[in-house]
């Protein structure tokens, strides 16, 4: 059994960013362990790719959630990245820090050390903004921020006019002084080619002799003795493996699969433990508990213009931008399709915004139940809005359902599950629908098709959103932060509660959701983790 200083476990959006820190300095030997394969796949790298990975086995966990009453009893489909770098491989490129605030809730709940002014230096290592960098950006950084403002449809620039005719002010970064308003999404793209945390951070690290990576190889178990994290076991191309480690197991796995592999490893809910067989060694109620996710709606109107569905569908347009793409990379392949977007707030009274809009030059068939979950671009000219609730209040679970370490955990998501989110939902798309009636807006439309003008009173467009609703893609807070076992997994140093040597450090530590798109805030987590570990092991 070999050992290392350090094993990271996970190579997404934290995971990467942990290897590549704690290896920088050459002294500390680091393995790197990723169930999934190499993101040196041509869908991974070019950006809108991430459609064709979406159900893709060879790139993508492809969990499904227990029927869920919030939405109409649907099972939805959790695409979760199984391949180098994660989720941040397959995800839409969005480029969201979060509000300032939702840090600052962070720090008043006892968590120390993770109000904005204390994130901010991380998030501005990070990043190499296009615009240059002031008070909140930073140049120079791993991770390319890209401005796709001059290569958008001209229907998002019309988008941002119809948001600023209701009031919302132009807002020309998200990720500055204020994330109130309307504007276009930066991206995490460099010369069309997608900037994932493996190619920013894991890549650069692998190149160092002081650095495995072994690909393929999925953790089985936490190995503790006497109250501490000395290694793991793992199934390394089917085959069983063990590794230990002389200072710390970091587990970077993500907010589905660590809390299940530390359910797996006798950390976790007492009684679920007994009733799968497995010794209960720390018994913690707050493992896999407090998940919580955005929700969106879209809705899709016909256009009076071409959109991106000429393009995107007949096999003359794929043709064309896929010729484009090959040989200059611009073009629609070489951006995400949330184009446009926005925050904003359903209540004046409100003191922060509570629901996020997106704008996409293009309209898709929705799945039908039972069909596969990628959708179909619509045979006519047509565009999308979407809503989201910042911070929803509904909460879900991910629980062990087998001792089998490759049997899928039980996602119970309970979204929209409470009152206040339903009601949000609600006011945003009543909302989308005053967009649409703008001077911006309304002379490029024919007419509503999803979900249809005829809908109109509460009842319908809330039963509208239970069966159209589905989740953006950002669980978080299965292993959250807190100062005590009582509340949380892990301690605000992100050490595990109960076992010394073991952390976590992923999305699933958040202590809440944050506004806007999670991918820049797991980097964070990353970023600080790996400071604290650097500072704790010194």
Known sequence: MTTYDYIVIGTGSAGSVVAERLSASGRNSVLVLEAGGSDRRFHVQMPLGYAQCFTNPEVNWNFRTEPDPGLANRVSHWPRGKVLGGSSSINALVWIRGHRT??????????????????????????????????????????????????????????????CELGL???????????????????????????????????????????????????????????????????????????????????????????????????????????????????????????????????AWRSRIPTLNRLLRPWWGKAYIGSRYLLTRTGPLAMSLNQGGGFLRTDPALTRPNMQIYFQASSTVPPRPGERAVREIDPWPGFAMGISNCRPKSRGEIRLASRDPLAAPRITANALSHDDDVAEMLEGVRFLRRMAATKAMAPFIVEEVRPGSSLQSNDELVADIRSRAGTVFHPVSTCRMAPDAADGVVSPRLKVHGVNGLRVIDASVFPNIISGNTNAAAMMIGWKGAEMILEDNA
């Open 102 to 163: 939702d840090f600052d809730d962070w720090r008043a709940a006892g968590n120390v050390g993770w109000g904005y002014d204390d994130v901010l230096p991380a998030f501005k290592a990070l990043e190499d903004n296009a615009a240059g960098a002031d008070e909140w950006r930073a140049a120079g950084g791993p991770v390319r921020v890209s401005d796709i403002t001059k290569f958008v449809h001209p229907l998002a620039m019309r988008f941002i006019e119809a948001g």
């Open 169 to 299: 002010p132009r807002n020309l970064d998200f990720n500055g002084a204020d994330q109130e308003g309307m504007g276009i999404y930066q991206q995490n793209i460099s010369k069309g080619r997608r900037v994932s945390a493996a190619r920013a951070y894991l890549h650069p690290a692998s190149k160092r002799p002081n650095v495995r990576v072994e690909t393929h190889a999925v953790a089985t178990r936490i190995l503790i003795e006497q109250g501490r994290a000395v290694g793991v076991d793992y199934l390394h191309k089917g085959k069983p493996a063990s590794a230990r480690a002389r200072r710390e197991v970091i587990i970077s796995a993500g907010s589905i699969n660590s809390p299940h592999l530390l359910q797996l490893s006798g950390i976790g809910p007492g009684r679920l433990l007994a009733e799968t067989g497995i010794e209960t060694l720390i018994a913690n109620d707050n493992v896999g508990a407090h998940l919580q996710d955005h929700q969106s709606v879209n809705y």
